[in-house]
């Protein structure tokens, strides 16, 4: 009590945020959770029904199917988005123009920028079959069209690529920062050992970027059952069994079909299954030893 009093005017400065965060996080989410257990009507008695709304998700079929989308679209570009954007850095660590270096950080880091709506757009135009670059390209080595948003074959894949090249920028400057804050008798010292290059960024770069894999892997992870901006904006009829994903389930239920109940569920267990796979990655990764 003493050191709340000492530092009373700090907490009073507190106050504004913290009614920020009841008003507009914990109180939506606490209303959530009240009405995923309840047969919610807009009109009328809302009685509560237990769990019955998560079993009604749980044994949905159409649920199943979006869950294993998720899982292969939020696995590949955990990888892509990964890997990429780490090899990019490594790469651009060894221009020696800093002219080109910083060139090529702006060019990449632009996508990050723009919303899914025109990077989808973007991407609709260069992949469409009749006028798309992608497939202009294609013909000219003699190859047929391809309809890359219309055939379940490589809607995935598309989504996987869009989204690497999307985010690529974003990460790799954060694999730059990092490397940049690599003591540089590191390297002298690797170099006075005979080190080649290769060898220096094996042993000396790739261990010292450890902390930023660790916060890299960690933002990736929680992303994966989130996805929806991209999926809302790229899907279509043709492919939607390919690619919708959990939080379209939830979209189309609570506000196509107005089953709220149901739909607050799905998200709940969204959030549950992200708790999950969070707790067993920053286990796997020591995520809390540095």
Known sequence: MKAIFKYKTLYFMMLPILAYFLIFSFYPLARGLVISIQDYRLIGDRPFIGIDNYLSVLKDPAFWEVF???IVIG????????????ILALSLNEVASAWFKKMTQMIVYLPHLFSWVVVGGMWTLLLSPDTGIVNQII?????????????????????????????MGYTCIMYLA???NINPSLYEAASMDGASRWQRIRYVTIPMLRSTMKVVIMLNVLGILRLFDQIFVMSNGAIANKVDVIMMYTYQKGILEFSVGPATAAGF??????????????????????
Not at 139 to 167: C, H, N
């Open 68 to 70: 294993q989308n998720t």
């Open 75 to 86: 696995a590949g570009s955990f990888i892509i988005n990964f890997l990429l954007p780490l």
């Open 139 to 167: 013909q000219l080595f003699g190859g047929q069209p391809v309809g890359f948003l219309s055939s379940d074959r490589y809607a995935r894949s598309v989504m996987i690529l869009t989204s690497g090249w999307k985010e």
């Open 178 to 180: 990092a490397i940049v």
């Open 269 to 290: 267990l969204v959030i549950m299954a992200t708790f999950a796979l969070t707790y067993v990655t920053r286990a796997v990764i020591r995520y809390d030893e540095g």
